[in-house]
């Protein structure tokens, strides 16, 4: 047993490391939870924070290490499963990733956030139809988590649903007006409907909350080069190159326009 005076020590510690971390502190917020572990070397808390801002810093193995060191205490604790999943899923390993995630739904199956990790690794690995139903799941434990519906108007995309796509973004854009992501694949869907003036009014919304988007602006100026409205897709481009300005696909839309225009 940790005495008192111990107990109280490693609550000051946990305390001092988590504002250095919020702080982006990083090596005395380690250095902080680092001293819980002279006193208690398996503290679930510390080794949780200490994955945490390995995890943080891109530190990917060493933040395996202490969620795995965790688990070997107590394999139920569906949240350091989800972690351990997420930092398998930023090492690429898919499988273990998958492994993880699955593990932390088999704990606590309400938990949505295991769920949508695990769509992300489905829809990364091209399994459209696992990652449709992981989404469909996070979206009957929480409707209004509008990354869910993001994802399956992406993935109804790939799968040229038009229909359910536009439905899944219209709905993005009703719990988050300004999300870039839902403004641009709408206005893609238009331009499959060849709706040029919805997908311009799309594109323009994307860049109301995005001002410096190269391709929300590139795309414009495609639309604009192809009604005719050659000024405006020239200050398009010359936009994409004002923000990017080794960009070669704008310099090629500019030189073909000056040519055009010339004739």
Same mark, same amino acid.
């Given at each position: 047993?940790? $005495? ?33 572990? $002279? ?34 205490? =107590? ?8 972690? @351990? ?47 449709? $139903? ?46 870039? @992501? ?64 080794? =960009?070669?696909?704008? $310099? ?12």
């Amino acid at each position: 047993m940790i $005495k008192s005076e111990g107990e109280e020590l490693i609550r000051n510690w946990l305390k001092v490391g988590k504002t250095y971390a919020k702080n982006q502190k990083y090596d005395d917020a380690l250095n902080s939870f680092n001293e819980i572990l $002279k006193i208690f070397p398996e503290h679930p808390a510390a080794l949780l924070n200490i994955g945490i801002l390995y995890d943080e810093q891109n530190k990917f193995e060493e933040a395996v290490k202490c969620f795995e060191k965790i688990l070997a205490f =107590d394999t139920n604790v569906y949240e350091v499963w989800d972690l @351990l999943g997420a930092v398998y899923g930023n090492l690429k390993d898919y499988e273990e990733a998958k492994r993880c995630f699955t593990k932390s739904i088999t704990i606590e199956g309400s938990e949505y956030n295991a769920w949508f990790n695990l769509g992300l690794i489905h829809s990364y690995q091209h399994n459209f139809d696992e990652a449709i $139903k992981c989404f469909w799941v996070v979206i009957g434990l929480n409707r209004d988590f509008f990354p869910a519906w993001t994802h399956l108007g992406n993935i109804y995309i790939e799968q040229k649903d038009f229909p359910q796509a536009k439905d899944c973004f219209n709905k993005v854009i009703e719990l988050n007006p300004d999300s870039v @992501l839902a403004w641009n694949g709408l206005g893609g869907i238009y331009v499959n409907e060849k709706n040029i003036d919805m997908a311009i009014s799309c594109y323009k919304k994307a860049l109301e909350s995005m001002p410096n988007s190269v391709i929300d602006w590139f795309n414009l100026g495609l639309l604009f080069k192809e009604t005719q409205k050659f000024e405006k897709a020239v200050e398009c481009f010359e936009k994409v190159l004002e923000i990017a300005p080794d =960009d070669l696909e704008a $310099k090629v839309e500019l030189g073909q326009i000056c040519e055009f225009t010339k004739s």
